[in-house]
């Protein structure tokens, strides 16, 4: 078989993105929804039809398998196919579809000689990495990683009481399946920023993740008739909430710019009638730093300001849970491996730090991994006008193809360990 | 048969207050769901052991006839079943089954000759009342008085896009009859205030509604990643939205205490995701006042407000809907006989302004209408706390069935008209 060429490549991706196509040329596929089944429905066709023999372990995690060398661990190469509701077509599906053209690629390479390989190689597509309909996020990888049980994980439900269990049946995505055990791991995405257009390089070598820390927390007041009940006897859980959200917004201008996001994304208010006072609101707040000096201070700052609601003697304030993501780093032989590769291919690299959470932050924690950037136009992420341009996406595969190789090659063993 | 005894009418208050129960004593029987259907049913089986003819019209309006003089016009009394969700089983129910006794009763004098009737009697229970899931609120009393049209009210849809015209006929509570003409209207509901509590008078005599305009508002700004996208660059919807929350909570400080209410009691977030930056956030602004000028004066405040929000460059604020409803004047005629009611049952009262909406609101511009309060303990609202004590429920029993007699003999009728 011929390996598989650019326009093939691109050809796939521009069938990979109708599925679940948005008007306005993004997708919605959130985790365990029918679009994002149909999208791996489609990802197992072209396994089927590349020569991977597919695997799907109990959390909805997909594995595409080629086994080179009997019984020998496996270099593992992907990202996800989920998306938020309404978002970009690029983010996760960019990564995974490169990481099969990859692997495919260096599989032909193998079977003409010219390579080989130590390890077998599977294609990862992870399972709700974006986190939008069930929490946390980087669920799949999680579990695989070992951060995440596997039942608490079924367990956990959707706004409206669906668990992911549940779900995952729904649509055909549950497996039974073991996952492959991994020796590296390697994952291509956009770069959802504007550094690398800005400069006008082709790869971000990724070389620490930032820290991350999120809050869900809970505003309580009291219900009453907004036509009825005096301002002065209200104890509107919104009216707290708000201060909150603004709060949060403003911390960020204590710190040097660039040094601290803050984000209340998610809210809801309950009972939630133009015609009641809010007694609860909940909202998640993401607060991110590429300094873990600089989120402590943050997180300091943030109690402060709940206590300092809460003095008011309105609402009463809970944080209903905290989870940080904290900075760790890349290991060195991954980013060697990464320059390397990017050198073979011809294109120029840099090295950055990724602001957003990706599964091989999840992955860097249990073997050697490879974070690789490829430009986004105008930095959009997460949103339907989100874009790379087509070269910039070809020689991503590129480097990821060279990447897949050097990991075959055992390069991306850990010298000395 | 015998005439309803108070002890009965406590019974069958706690019966229909077991439909749709809550564990902390309220009720959740949001328009046309299931537990509104069942009370609804309770209601007709109710008119049915008592001699009342059930009428349904297209809105679900239902209507229990009594017909003392064939060909002649009705007198209307009655409420509304419906409930906010999870809210107090007082308001609207208390109405519904004091209009249910009252009417009885006086059929009661009918039939043993001590009351001559000019009119026949109806017993009305308002389809959505309330406006929680289907705004706007005073739906099927606005059909009958002809503020709304009865095709617009069907189409209209919930959150999850069920339409009015879906979900009666889901639940069997569309019906096809013509409703009967009213020449006059009484309702009586709890206080949800704490004025006639306070004063330790036993009934409210209305005499004009509060004024009260209600706004729908969406901030629009620009989806984005809450982890790879700089403050910078941000166009976040919901710290907009945040900033006019409060500027509507504060504007009511630049007033005289009590002239003026300002809530947002409903907030909705698009995309509504922990790692999205929100793109649209929409919101239902209800500002009340007793005096039609603070209102004004309010509305150039609050217009301002979004006028200053968008000046500063990061969001743009669309105005989707207003509507007022003015502060008008209930009949002096009713008033003199809901006065004159009272005496004949021996309690105490005092004339005042209801702040929330009635749907006497709209029976009053269309024909002479009494509205009459009893006593919120606390003055708690739209919360599963509300209370009324028994002796306030069975007062305002008597008084109802007073006014409803007086309504039988021709007193509603305007002087000179």
Chains 1, 2 share one sequence.
């Not at 089927?48 to 019984?71: C, H, I, K, M, Q």
């Not at 257009?197 to 907004?226: C, F, L, P, S």
């Not at 040097?256 to 809210?267: D, K």
Request: with cysteine.
């Amino acid at each position: 078989m011929a390996e598989p060429t650019p326009a093939e490549f691109l050809s796939d991706f521009a069938e990979l993105s109708r599925i679940g196509a948005t008007p306005r040329g993004g997708v919605d596929r959130e985790a365990a929804t029918p679009a994002h089944a149909e999208a791996r429905r489609w990802l197992r066709s072209w396994f089927d039809r590349n020569g991977l023999r597919t695997r799907v372990d109990r959390v909805g995690n997909a594995y595409g398998l080629l086994e080179f060398v009997p019984g020998a661990p496996y270099a593992l190469v992907g990202s996800h196919l989920d998306s938020q509701p309404t978002s970009g077509r690029f983010d996760g599906a960019y990564g995974v579809l490169a990481a099969a053209h990859a692997a495919v690629r260096a599989a032909r390479a193998v079977e003409a000689g010219t390579l080989t390989p130590q390890l077998n190689l599977a294609v990862v597509d992870w399972f709700n990495e974006e986190g939008s309909r069930f929490a946390p996020s980087l669920m799949g990888s999680g579990v695989y990683a070992g951060k995440l049980g596997a039942d608490a994980v079924l367990a956990t439900t959707d706004l409206t009481g669906v668990s992911v269990g549940e779900a995952l049946g729904a649509v055909g995505m549950a497996g039974t399946d073991d996952p492959p055990p991994a020796t590296g791991y390697a994952e291509i995405h956009i770069e959802q920023g504007r550094i690398l257009a800005d400069e006008g390089v082709q790869i971000g070598v990724v070389t620490a993740n930032w820290a991350a820390r999120k809050y869900m927390v809970t505003v309580h007041g009291e219900q009453a008739h907004t036509g009825a009940t005096h301002m002065a006897y209200r104890r509107d859980a919104l009216v707290g909430a708000s201060r909150l959200v603004l709060a949060a917004h403003e911390l960020t201008d204590a710190f040097a710019p660039g040094m601290l996001l803050a984000s209340v994304g998610q809210l809801s208010v309950a009972p939630n009638s133009p015609v009641v006072v809010p007694a609860r609101v909940t909202f998640a707040l993401d607060v991110r730093s590429p300094d873990p000096d600089v989120l402590d201070q943050a997180d300091k700052r943030i109690t402060a300001e709940f206590e300092a609601l809460e003095a008011r003697g309105v609402v009463t304030v809970t944080v209903d849970s905290v989870s940080l993501r904290p900075s760790t780093s890349y290991q060195d032989v991954g980013i060697a491996l990464a320059e390397a590769a990017a050198a073979d291919a011809g294109l120029s690299c840099r090295r950055m730090l990724t602001m957003a959470g990706h599964d091989s932050v999840n992955l860097k924690d249990l073997v050697p991994t490879v974070m690789l950037f490829v430009p986004s136009v105008d930095g959009v992420s997460h949103h339907e006008a989100e874009r790379t341009e087509d070269a910039d996406l070809l020689g991503g595969v590129e480097v990821l193809t060279a990447v897949v190789s050097r990991m075959l090659r055992g390069q991306l063993q850990q010298r000395g360990g």
